[in-house]
Structure formats: C-alpha cells, structure tokens
C-alpha cells in the first residue's frame, strides 16, 4: 500500500479517537513534538524500521521521544500503529495528523518572508486577508531574510506568492537569456 494513503487513514483515525476524548488539541501538540525529533534524531526512524525491536521497545522509544511527558492517548495510538506494524510509518502519521487536525480545526499556515522587520499594521492586515473574514483561525509567522533584496514572499498553506526582488531578478535573468 502507499505510505501517503496508509498515513492519511491512520491520523483521520488517530484524529476521531482523540477528539472523541476531547484530547486532540495535546496530541496535536505531542505529534508536533514527535515531528521535531524525527528530524532531530534520524536514529528514531530506523530503529522503530528495525525488524529485531520488540514492539514494546518501540512503544518505548517513541515515548522517550517525548520525553516521557505522553498522554494516555498518545500511549495509546503507539500501541495501535506499533502493534498493526506500521512503526515506520509513525513520522508520516505524525505529519499527516497536522494537517488533519488544522483542516477540522480551520488553522491556516501563514508565513511571510521579508527583509526587515514587518510592522504591527502589516501583519495584522495579512492576518485579517487570509481569516476569511474570521472564519479561519491563523498561525502567523514572520520571517527576516536580507538575500530576498526587497519586496516579500508570503506563503499560505501550500501556496505562495513571491513578490521578492530577487525573484523578479531571477526571472529577468531567464528572460535575458532566452
């Protein structure tokens, strides 16, 4: 089966049990933590991958990765993805439940790039553009970036919009070149 569609059934799943606990806000948080040290520490992935690990090793791995601070559902959902030997899968999973937790709880990604600092009047406009009028909660971040010249870049969720002065010449160069 595909990873993306294993994933994607797992965390909608993950998702309805903890909500229906009324936990789903700190195992959006705990599953967010255990994104961060997937990337931290790239030992994880391959030992939970390890066919000589008991399950309950890795159950107490993926705990440890938490430093130990788990949830009784966090607990449990290990169990369940470690015990229907998907382990491997448990960073996509993690991945995935984001999204499914920010799509059900209507949170926008926003990040914009600039080369100072944007002011409060910047910012809350942006902020104010995407809520859709606030029907969508928004989880802003600002960023400084001198090699972009001038302008911004404002990415939304998956989209993005380059209006940077590095991109307009890059995009000079190409036509220049042609």
Known sequence: MDI????????????????DRGEETRLYE?????????????????????PILSSEEKIKLLIAALEGK??????NVFRVVVENRRAQYMQHIALVYDLVYR??????????????EASEE???????????GGKNQVDFAVKSDADIIGGFILEVEDLRLDASVRNQLNTMKLELTK
């Open 103 to 116: 799509k059900a709880k209507n949170i926008v990604l926003v990040k914009l790039t600039t080369v100072g």
């Open 122 to 132: 910047e910012k809350k406009s942006m902020v104010e553009l995407v809520s859709n």
């Open 30 to 50: 705990e599953m967010e933590t255990l994104s961060r040290q997937f990337v931290a520490i790239p030992e994880l992935k391959n030992a939970l991958e390890n």
């Open 70 to 75: 788990v949830s009784e559902t966090a607990k």
């Open 4 to 19: 993306g569609i294993i994933s994607t059934r797992y965390a909608k799943a993950i998702y309805r049990f903890a909500a």
